[in-house]
């Protein structure tokens, strides 16, 4: 079992950066690749990054590429979103999750085994 917690959301102004984290709890982390998602309002749950399970491989939503950087760090059992050039479109609720299969599934919205609560994100113009 993987329990997870998000953290660094909040109001932003466009343009302006914010940090996301995601705790994992559990001596496995190393074991799985790690992807964030977003939700806004009104819309379906969809793809933003992901990481495999070494943190050698990224894949990004392309509505986020050159904008946000995924990473981790498997001894603090973390991982982390790095948003920058924040756009009033990236308003959402970001949810952390981790899974048994490959950064790729993650990237095509497959095979998630844990999520985290989210956090959410408001970028105002």
């Known amino acids: 079992q993987v329990q997870l917690v998000e953290s660094g959301g909040g109001l932003v102004q466009a343009g302006g950066s914010l940090r996301l984290s995601c705790a994992a709890s559990?001596?496995?982390?190393?074991?799985?690749?790690m992807g964030w998602f977003r939700q806004a309002p009104g819309k379906e749950r969809e793809f933003v990054a992901a990481?495999?399970?070494?943190?050698?491989?990224?894949y990004y939503a392309d509505s986020v590429k050159g904008r946000f950087t995924i990473s981790r760090d498997n001894a603090k059992n973390s991982v982390y979103l790095q948003m920058n050039s924040l756009k009033p479109e990236d308003t959402a609720v970001y949810y952390c999750?981790?899974?048994?299969?490959?950064?790729?599934?993650?990237?095509?919205?497959?095979?998630?085994?844990?999520w985290g609560k989210g956090t959410l994100v408001t970028v105002s113009s």
């Open positions: 999750a981790a899974a048994t299969v490959g950064a790729v599934d993650i990237s095509r919205g497959s095979g998630m085994d844990y």
């Open positions: 559990g001596r496995t982390f190393s074991s799985y690749s």
């Open positions: 990481i495999s399970r070494p943190g050698l491989i990224t």
